[in-house]
């Protein structure tokens, strides 16, 4: 049954794995018990990069979701709106397959692939749809969900994909300046006027953010992998002047308006190995509330 009156109205979700996870695969078998659609209440789903805050009790706060119903239906939803949808028993939406089982009880499999800014559904190895964002979510946890009847799911997967980057290998809350040897090493470095701030709040990392206070604010880390990206609440309004290994790479590089614990700048495709990268704000204000190290693809 639903919620009802309680105070915390929602979907009934679980959030599985690691939010360092990049590009993978997941998928899983999924089965209902209840024998009614319920008019699309009544339904299994598959998320992916789901980063949590305020919204992930609902489905909208899954970035990438497929909804999937026994009777052949399906949606891809991006932040909880359909970006495709379709029926594979009747063709609907330009998929379909041939001798679909639709009984309640059968076991179908669901699965998304997320590819930098593309998402891929799929139905029992089916391609559906797939949706290239322009504002991209690149990491995050696997969501399972369902209406709220009692729905089976089985064999879930989560799988690094050839030649993408699996998972930040590091990341590095705002203020870790230095790590916890007995004698610090040295970690994040800033130069320039900022504004560092504890007690922030509940879906900020470690509570904290740093935030450029004008022009001339630096941000650099020395790492090994092959991309760097800036994660944090931003309004995109930051220009930066990005320098690798000490060599301008961008003069004006935009940033992106984003979430918390999402990206607002990405450097990536760097080549194995150590880097020294430093962002300078032109103008307009940077947010970090975490850096991420791209591990090198697998």
């Keep these: 049954m639903g919620l009802g009156g309680t105070w915390n109205d929602g979907n009934p979700i679980t959030g599985i794995g690691d939010n360092r996870w990049l590009d993978y695969r997941a998928s899983v078998d999924v089965s209902f018990e209840h024998d009614r659609t319920e008019s699309g209440d009544n339904y299994a789903s598959i998320g992916a990069r789901q980063q949590g805050g305020s919204s992930s009790h609902c489905k909208n706060g899954t970035p990438y979701l497929l909804v999937f119903s026994f009777d052949g239906s399906w949606d891809l ?40 800014p593309t998402v891929t559904a799929y139905l029992d190895g089916q391609a559906l749809a797939s949706f290239t964002d322009p504002k991209p979510r690149l990491s995050g946890r696997v969501d399972l969900a369902s209406g709220y009847y009692f729905t089976r799911f089985d064999n879930l997967a989560v799988e690094a994909l050839d030649g993408q980057p699996p998972y930040y290998s590091e990341v590095l809350d705002d203020l870790e300046m230095g790590d916890l040897a007995a004698v610090p090493a040295t970690k994040l470095v800033y130069g320039g006027n900022w504004a560092h701030e504890n007690g922030k709040g509940m879906y900020n990392c470690q509570w904290s953010l740093s935030t450029s206070r004008g022009a001339g604010a630096t941000l650099a880390y020395a790492f090994t992998g092959t991309g760097f990206d800036v994660l944090g609440p931003n309004d995109g309004s930051a220009v930066l002047r990005v320098s690798v290994d000490g060599q301008v790479v961008a003069a004006s590089a935009h940033t992106m308006a984003a979430a918390e614990l999402y990206q607002t700048y990405t450097l990536r495709d760097l080549a194995p190995g150590p880097h020294t990268v430093q962002l300078e704000v032109l103008s307009g204000t940077l947010v970090v509330d975490a850096v991420g190290v791209v591990a090198a693809p697998i």
């Excluded at 991006?78 to 939406?93: I, L, T, W």
């Design 77 to 116: 939803l991006v932040d909880g709106s359909a970006v495709a949808s379709g029926n594979v028993e009747d063709g609907a939406g330009g998929v379909a397959i041939p001798g679909f089982d639709t009984a309640h009880d059968a076991w179908h499999n669901l699965a998304l692939e997320v590819i930098g």
